[in-house]
Each structure stands twice: as structure tokens, then as C-alpha cells.
T-cell receptor
Framework: AQSVAQPEDQVNVAEGNPLTVKCTYS??????LFWYVQYPNRGLQFLLK??????LVKGSYGFEAEFNKSQTSFHLKKPSALVSDSALYFC????????????FGTGTRLQVFP | ETGVTQTPRHLVMGMTNKKSLKCEQH?????MYWYKQSAKKPLELMFV???????ENNSVPSRFSPECPNSSHLFLHLHTLQPEDSALYLC???????????FGPGTRLLVL
């Protein structure tokens, strides 16, 4: 079955430190992977996606993600966290059987402390 | 942020009420989606419309009824809902069903 796992419910990091939000996936064929962010009382905002090519994908607000095929991971990273990065982050993979369907993880809450 | 708008932002309804959620996208997209977001659960895809044609999703109860009158507007008609239907309902759109989906701010629904 196609699935996405975000093993951490919450990640805490001090402002200015690097951050990593983890995501692993299980999908048949080549994965199409996405990261979205959700601020309080807001919808999901698209951050970045991996379709093919360079394993390091750069996205909005200084975020990047590293695709690792052997570890089936797509971790979200940022070199220096900001308090304003505090939000709920979702990893998603496109269902290869239905290209319009995204399979989401349960989300990871990122808390950046000043 | 204003590419996809949803109204109302908050809705409280009784189990016998009929209400509708509205979504409008200003991005020129041709596919639109309804998702349900419940606490501690992954987002659930409810319905997909592409070029105003509905893609069936058999797992959604019939008390939810979507309508897509044109490529810019999407409605979700609600009737005789249950308390467990309380959730954040998100609309999204994309240029083609295989392209990146962009989300609206959601409607927070409470069923009493």
C-alpha cells in the first residue's frame, strides 16, 4: 500500500539552529513527493516538490528537502530556523494509481523557540 | 494566499440543517478538490473535479454532495450531518489533475 510516515509528532528547535523534519514513504514506482506547511487557522501552503532530477530540492522561505531513494526518505531542512517557521508541516506522495490523489502524512508540528 | 478562497470560514450547524460550503479559485486551474482534515488524522481526499467532471469517491457518505458549476467554483452541500463530521474542510485546485495542488484557508465546521 502507498503510504507516508512522519515519525515525529513535534520537533523543537532553537532559533538560528538548523532544523530537520523527517518523512519516509512507501510507494510503487517513482515517487512524486511534496511538502506543505499549515499555519494556525490557515490552509496548506505548498513549499516544494520532488519529481525527478537533483536529489536536493529548494523551495519557499529558505526550505529545502533531500530525496534519498535508498532510504525512501524526503526530509525537510532549513539551515537556520526562524520563530515564524513554527507551524504544522505535511509530507505527501502522489498515489501512482491516481495522479490526482495525494497521500498525506499525519503532520509534524515544528516549534522554534527564541 | 488569495488564489483559492473559501466561505464561510467557520460554520456551526445542527444535525438536521442543510448548509453549503463554497470554494472559488482565481488561478485559472481546471481541477478542484475537497479534503477533510480531522485532528490527528491524515488529510482525506473527498472529491475531485476535472474540467467540471466529477471523479467518484465511493468512500464519502451521501450526506456530502459536491457541485462544480464551472471550473472556478466548487460547492460542498451538507445535509443531516453527524457530530463526527466536524472538521476543517479544505478546497484545493490545480492546473491538471497531475499538477501541484494549491489550497484554500478552509472552513471550520462544527456539527452539534
Amino acid at each position: 500500500a502507498q503510504s507516508v510516515a512522519q515519525p515525529e509528532d513535534q520537533v523543537n528547535v532553537a532559533e538560528g539552529n538548523p532544523l530537520t523534519v523527517k518523512c519516509t514513504y512507501s510507494v510503487s514506482g517513482n515517487p512524486y513527493l511534496f511538502w506543505y506547511v499549515q499555519y494556525p487557522n490557515r490552509g496548506l501552503q505548498f513549499l516544494l516538490k520532488y519529481i525527478t532530477g537533483d536529489n536536493l530540492v529548494k523551495g519557499s522561505y529558505g526550505f529545502e528537502a533531500e530525496f534519498n531513494k535508498s532510504q525512501t526518505s524526503f526530509h525537510l531542512k532549513k539551515p537556520s530556523a526562524l520563530v515564524s517557521d513554527s507551524a504544522l508541516y505535511f509530507c505527501a506522495v502522489r498515489d501512482p494509481r491516481r495522479t490526482d490523489k495525494l497521500i498525506f502524512g499525519t503532520g509534524t508540528r515544528l516549534q522554534v523557540f527564541p | 494566499e488569495t488564489g483559492v478562497t473559501q466561505t464561510p470560514r467557520h460554520l456551526v450547524m445542527g444535525m438536521t440543517n442543510k448548509k453549503s460550503l463554497k470554494c472559488e479559485q482565481h488561478l485559472g486551474h481546471n481541477a478542484m478538490y475537497w479534503y477533510k482534515q480531522s485532528a490527528k488524522k491524515p488529510l482525506e481526499l473527498m472529491f475531485v473535479y476535472s474540467l467540471e467532471e466529477r471523479v467518484e469517491n465511493n468512500s464519502v457518505p451521501s450526506r456530502f454532495s459536491p457541485e462544480c458549476p464551472n471550473s472556478s467554483h466548487l460547492f460542498l452541500h451538507l445535509h443531516t450531518l453527524q457530530p463526527e463530521d466536524s472538521a476543517l474542510y479544505l478546497c484545493a485546485s490545480s492546473q491538471g489533475r497531475a499538477e501541484t495542488q494549491y489550497f484554500g484557508p478552509g472552513t471550520r465546521l462544527l456539527v452539534l
